[in-house]
């Protein structure tokens, strides 16, 4: 509990205060024992030099020995170093893949064995890199108990939830927004609208800025989420329009690192095997939350007024935030060994002491990052075929998917007189969707992936695909059910399974996609799924506005099926994408040879 505190804003903001006087880090207590390969000990029993193999010693026993001791401790060097979100950055081939998760497949081996301790690197210039002092540090999220990566993850699953849940939540407050301000319908939906645009736009500047060792996850988790609540606050009570829809952008802008990094911090405390665990969950977390927003406010609002859903907003946030402020520890593995370098560098004055990050981090350029995060997913975007399908299909799935909360009023309210709290009802069929998808995912990943991954190697990335292509039958199945039985002579139960199969085939869908896109796309992947966040909101900010004219003008069966029409085209392009898909990553520059 020490060290989760310690390691929170709360923890770092008290020892900043008090001078390091307190929640001392092991560096900083006086019986801590430095490393003699840290300490001064530079042998080559200790440290490894970059590029060089070991001296070798005359006597044959002793060569013997030698020989032993660093095999030992080279595999728990090399095996130290659990496979996250952030190695795939690293890798440039299919071989180099196929090695990481070997190595995470071997990390589980070692991790289950004693400690041993990890010799750092020294490169050519002298320095000394940072590593983990033991295969088993406790100061490596990989190495941390099962119950305190599950604390760790929730308070991101909750963190998710809240800033999802705060887009919809105000939907059942259009109604009486028109009235109090006078604006038409499609302009009280620029409420909706704009927040979604801004968690959209909100990946491209956050997601860089976290991926700096010096800054890490936490400062722009906590910095952010505060604004969240604070602006969120100002949206209950300001009283004209052009402010409440400019204070609802900047909370969709200022919620969105959870958006940008939330994937990346699970990735921290999880490898690569156990990782789609935890981002299938997530994302359970981040399409629950606006499904039960109108659930939410749809019983207050019609009582309390329009501004209630803006503060059941903030009872649900601020007390996330503040759990988050003491108990969320930086997960950040490059950012927590630079401040180790730091530490280490004053206990012994050894100046050549540095983490990987530090070097790395000189060598980052404002220009640099601006490319990564803002050209690259587009320029990749718009190069690479597969690419451009998955953003063009999620973005358009997702952009349905929005569009539910223009038509369920005119399905539910007008058709089936529903009130406003019986209409937010009907969007637990989403929670159910997901309590039958999220097991059957998981099933998979247990008996499929993991068993393949261990077996064989991550293999071609198409047979990621395999769920998907099942899968992407049911939105327009459950598209075409929706629309043509939302009619008043046929119970609203048979429109409400529509929702369900929609539901769980774009879960399933986007849940292969985002495995497919890291194993082809390692080194990009980052900015590509900033990119995919910016497109998907950018449609579904879209959907809000034309999806109530569309409905109304067309009726409910016609518009809906024109939406399902377009996602039938997308079954065939993700069949092509299964059997064509190696030729077209064979052709492509950004992929993985």
Not at 409 to 433: C, R, T
Request: with cysteine; aromatic share 14%; glycine share 8%.
């Amino acid at each position: 509990m020490d060290s989760l505190i310690r390691n929170s804003t709360a923890g770092q903001l008290l020892r900043w205060i008090t001078g390091n006087k307190v929640l001392l880090y092991p560096e900083e207590r006086p019986d801590f024992q430095c490393p003699s390969c840290y300490a001064g000990d530079t042998s080559s029993a200790t440290i490894f030099e970059a590029g060089s193999e070991r001296n070798s010693k005359s006597e044959s026993d002793a060569e013997e020995r030698q020989s032993e001791d660093a095999s030992t401790t080279e595999t728990a060097t090399n095996l130290s170093r659990v496979p996250s979100m952030t190695d795939l950055e690293k890798v440039r081939t299919q071989d180099d893949l196929a090695r990481l998760y070997s190595v995470a497949t071997q990390t589980e081996v070692l991790q289950a064995a004693p400690s041993r301790p990890i010799a750092p690197t020294k490169t050519d210039d002298g320095t000394i890199l940072v590593d983990w002092y033991t295969t088993h540090d406790p100061e490596n999220p990989q190495n941390w108990s099962s119950g305190k990566k599950l604390f760790v993850v929730t308070q991101i699953y909750l963190y998710t939830f809240a800033v999802y849940m705060g887009s919809s939540i105000y939907t059942p407050s259009a109604p009486e927004i028109q009235t109090r301000f006078g604006v038409s319908a499609t302009a009280a939906s620029l409420g909706l609208a704009l927040y979604v645009l801004g968690y959209g736009i909100g990946p491209l500047i956050f997601s860089p800025i976290s991926e700096i060792p010096s800054v890490g996850r936490n400062p722009p988790y906590i910095f952010t989420f505060a604004l969240f609540v604070i602006f969120t606050i100002g949206a209950a009570v300001v009283d004209t329009f052009g402010g409440l829809l400019a204070l609802r952008f900047l909370q969709g802008f200022f919620g969105s690192p959870c958006l940008a990094t939330g994937g990346a911090s699970i990735g921290d405390v999880y490898s690569l095997l156990k990782l789609p665990y935890g981002l299938t969950t997530w994302a359970a977390f981040a399409t629950l939350g606006p499904a039960l927003g109108p659930l939410i406010s749809g019983f207050s609002v019609p009582v309390k007024g329009w501004r209630w859903s803006l503060w059941e907003t903030v009872w649900l946030a601020a007390p996330i935030l503040v759990l988050m402020f003491f108990c969320l520890p930086e997960t950040f593995p490059d950012a927590i060994l630079l401040q180790r370098a730091r530490r280490l560098r004053r206990l012994t004055d050894n100046d050549k002491l540095r983490s990987q990050s530090e070097i790395k981090q000189k060598q980052l350029t404002v220009t640099a990052v601006a490319m990564e995060a803002l050209y690259r997913p587009f320029q990749i975007i718009f190069l690479d075929p597969a690419i451009l399908f998955f953003n063009v299909y999620t973005s358009l799935i997702y952009g349905i998917y929005y569009s539910f909360f223009e038509v369920f009023p005119i399905v539910y309210i007008d058709i089936y007189h529903f009130n406003l709290g019986e209409m937010g009802l009907v969007f637990l069929s989403i929670a159910v969707a997901l309590a039958i998808a999220v097991p059957l995912y998981f099933l998979y990943l247990y008996k499929i992936f993991e068993p393949e991954i261990r077996a064989h190697g991550p293999g071609a990335p198409e047979r990621r695909l395999i769920p998907a292509l099942f899968a992407s039958f049911l939105p327009p199945i459950g598209l075409f059910i929706f629309g043509w039985t939302s009619t008043a002579s046929i119970h609203w139960i048979v429109s409400v399974v529509g929702i369900l199969l929609y539901t769980i085939g774009i879960f399933t869908l986007i849940q292969c996609i985002f495995i497919y896109i890291p194993m082809t796309y390692p080194q990009y992947a980052a900015s590509l799924f900033a990119g995919n966040d910016f497109m998907r909101s950018a449609l579904a900010c879209g959907a809000v506005l034309f999806a109530r004219p569309l409905y109304l003008n067309l009726g409910v069966g016609p518009g809906v099926s024109l939406l399902a029409g377009l996602t039938v085209g997308c079954i065939g392009g993700m069949f092509a994408l299964y059997y064509y898909g190696a030729a077209l990553r064979a052709r492509s520059r950004f992929t993985a040879k």
